[in-house]
């Protein structure tokens, strides 16, 4: 799951605070997100680079 998590668009690369996930849950959706056991995390977005030259061509 962490190779995931790096090819996320949430995923923050912070030299200052670690490496995290960017996604706002509210207490009781982050508790669920915490306590299950997954292996698909429901929050993935495939982080395109590319996707911004794409609306400009």
Known sequence: ??????????YVI???YGDY???????????RFLTQNVTQCNYFQLYDEY???????
Do not use: F, G, P, W
């Open 51 to 57: 996707k911004i030259v794409k609306k400009q061509i």
């Open 1 to 10: 799951m962490a190779d995931r998590c790096e090819m996320c668009a949430h």
């Open 14 to 16: 912070d030299e200052e």
């Open 21 to 31: 996930c960017s996604i706002n849950l509210d207490e009781d959706e982050m508790e």
